[in-house]
């Protein structure tokens, strides 16, 4: 890229020209047996020659290493074959066409289907060897776009979504079988049109992100539409999975959160939920400079553009919401072990810059403890994907955690293994990639078993 790029297109978020393919990558440490699969992870990617005006709007770009055998096999990239790469536009002579879409947020498998996700689109189906199958919409049953955030619950093996749009009905509540039939859809009533990327599920509720930033026409031609709106307010809604539409809303202290790391509901029967939360002004700083400078969603770069993880507690007995802030770390893209997706869970995972360095973190909710693992200056990491173990039994933090690092000038990137009993600890293994990976959002590893 040119001296005169934005910043978003430099350093560890610079663009790749191509798509490659490598095999047997070279592994320090040992690869533990159990990871049979495939780490897939998704992000922007302009095409060669072109200037996205934000760093969320460029083509999505599938980053993939195959591991088997303890081996790493192969790593290939693959950019989704959008109508948006190929130059169409989702906005038609007859309205919003949903098919097409930059499809450049995350990835992920459900009912032996792979797809690539983003929020103001229908998902696009890839293979598990990152070809692209094209635009899905369950057979036309999918009426509106699909978050690039669906929960999958644990046991029943549902996938919970939802959609939102610019338009009435601006939000949407969508049920996937656990053979990926469409069965449930229910509009969610909400004012107007807000930034809805996350939310959450218990055992027994959806819970809905109500929160001020929205969209306008006269930010659309700016590249991204949306921003603070101190007018619009912030709420928290709670719904039964059993009567879909019907939902009791929390006022909250305005703020905004883009990543929830689980929710559960409690003996009390309030719906607990933690997420990685902006404050009103840390908001506003963030959005500012995100377009411009996106090390500001983790670094604070961006003036005092900061999440902390947060906990809300919807009492639906009283109608009140409190709230705690859990750790004064500054986090973004908070996960859980997708087996106590919904449930209680002790542990959560996310991507941390403190003091210069860049890492991954692990909170302990229990203790109030904090295990950091620690990057040279020089690198940053990406989201951390858990990975369980097999052993029967095992702890809750039994298993391993997956995270692309890429050096911050964007020369080269690691795929590292972390033991997530010893999060702090040396990587268990570190596979080295053929090349430098972009600064990316969401991915997933899909075990074999997953694919049938």
Do not use: C
Not at 126 to 150: I, K, N, Q, S
Not at 299 to 310: D, K, P, Q, V, Y
Not at 395 to 422: C, F, H, K, P, Y
């Amino acid at each position: 890229m040119t001296a005169t790029a934005p910043l978003h297109m430099t350093g560890h978020f610079a663009p790749v020209p191509d798509e490659i393919e490598a095999t047997d990558l070279p592994v320090e440490g040992a690869i533990p047996p159990e990871l049979t699969g495939r780490y897939f992870r998704n992000g922007p990617n302009p095409l060669p020659g072109e200037v996205s005006p934000h760093w969320f709007t460029g083509h999505g770009m599938l980053h993939g290493v195959r591991l088997r055998g303890g081996r790493a096999e192969w790593y290939r990239n693959r950019w989704v074959r959008t109508g948006a790469l190929e130059g169409r536009s989702m906005f038609g002579p007859e309205g919003i066409d949903l098919s097409v879409g930059v499809a450049n947020t995350h990835v992920v498998a459900h009912a032996g289907r792979i797809m690539a996700l983003v929020e103001s689109s229908h998902p696009h189906v890839v293979t598990p060897e990152l070809d692209t199958v094209g635009p899905y919409d369950f057979g036309g049953r999918l009426t509106t776009a699909m978050t690039a955030h669906p929960k999958t619950d644990p046991v029943t093996g549902e996938l919970h979504f939802f959609g939102y749009g610019v338009l009435p009905p601006y939000l949407t509540y969508h049920r996937l079988s656990a053979d990926g039939e469409l069965v449930t859809s229910a509009d969610i009533a909400v004012p107007g049109p807000t930034m809805n990327h996350d939310f959450a599920i218990t055992d027994r509720h959806a819970v809905f992100l109500d929160l001020p930033i929205t969209f306008s026409m006269e930010r659309l031609a700016q590249g991204m539409p949306f921003a603070w709106d101190d007018a619009y307010g912030a709420r928290m809604g709670v719904m039964p999975l059993d009567r879909p539409g019907e939902v009791t809303w929390f006022d909250v202290e305005p703020s905004f959160t883009f990543h929830i790391g689980n929710a559960h509901t409690d003996a009390a029967g309030r719906v607990v939920v933690d997420g990685a939360r902006y404050a009103a002004a840390d908001a506003v700083a963030m959005w500012d400079g995100i377009g411009t400078d996106p090390d500001g969603i983790v670094s604070g770069a961006a003036a005092t553009g900061l999440a902390r993880m947060h906990r809300w507690t919807l009492d639906p007995a009283t109608g009140r919401a409190s709230e705690e802030v859990l750790h004064d770390l500054h986090v973004e893209f908070p996960t859980v072990d997708d087996e106590r997706v919904g449930r209680a869970a002790r542990y959560r995972y996310a991507v941390t810059e403190a003091r210069g360095r860049s890492g991954i973190v692990q909170f302990d909710t229990e203790h109030g403890r904090a295990a950091e693992h620690v990057l040279d200056a020089d690198t940053v990491a990406g989201e951390a994907v858990f990975v369980p173990s097999a052993a029967p039994g095992r702890a809750e933090d039994d298993g391993w955690l997956l995270t692309i690092t890429t050096r911050r000038d964007g020369s080269a990137s690691q795929l590292l293994v972390l033991d997530a009993t010893d999060v702090a600890g040396a990587p268990v293994a570190a596979v080295t990639l053929p090349r430098g990976v972009p600064a990316g959002f969401h991915g997933s590893w899909i075990d074999d078993a997953e694919l049938g």
